[in-house]
């Protein structure tokens, strides 16, 4: 009997209006990492880690490119798990019911492939992992996906748009919070 694969939970995605201002709240909230920035020809968008799991933050580019949620859905768009045997992984999720989505199910260097769960959610394999990410903390047979800290120059704009607004943001609110202590 072939040994099951064991997947990791690793990442996150979701689907947002403007990734840069969702990026500055996690940034500051949750003391999240940046780790790079997207523009491909899916979406746009933004990476961050805990120094364990990665989160994208995506604006998808059109309809199809937002895999049936629609280019205005913001929400939970998939989840992503770091495998051990993405052939496998993949084999065990339709032999479970799962159906498959995109990227090629016989390449293990591929970058993901992408399945709905039995209740339509999104899930990804890949035996790679992602920015940011670590498989195994703390185990020996731990591994780690480099950061590269990677920032695109077409977004200094909105990076920059979004940084003002979030201080802008949180302005406004201490006021509102110090009116209401008076």
Not at 23 to 30: G, N, R, T
Not at 78 to 97: L, M, N, P, R, Y
């Amino acid at each position: 009997m072939t040994e099951r694969s064991k997947g990791k939970i690793r990442h996150f995605a979701f689907s947002v209006k403007d990734p840069w201002e969702t990026a500055e709240f996690y940034k500051d909230v949750m003391g999240l990492e940046e780790v790079s920035e997207l523009d491909g020809p899916l979406a746009e968008g933004i990476f961050l880690t805990d120094g364990v799991v990665n989160l994208a933050l995506l604006h998808f580019k059109d309809e199809e490119a937002s895999q049936g949620f629609g280019t205005e859905y913001v929400g939970l768009h998939h989840i992503g798990f770091w495998v051990d045997d993405v052939i496998q992984s993949s084999k065990q999720a339709t032999e479970a019911g799962a159906k498959w989505m995109m990227g090629d199910v016989n390449n293990p260097h591929g970058y993901e492939v992408k399945h709905w769960d039995l209740s339509g959610i999104v899930f990804d394999v890949a035996e790679h992992g992602w920015a940011g990410a670590q498989k195994n903390p703390g185990e020996a047979d731990n591994q780690i996906h480099p950061n590269p800290h990677r920032r695109l120059p077409q977004f200094d704009e909105r990076r920059d748009a979004a940084q003002k607004a979030h201080r802008a943001r949180k302005a406004a609110q201490a006021q509102v919070l110090a009116q209401a202590a008076e």
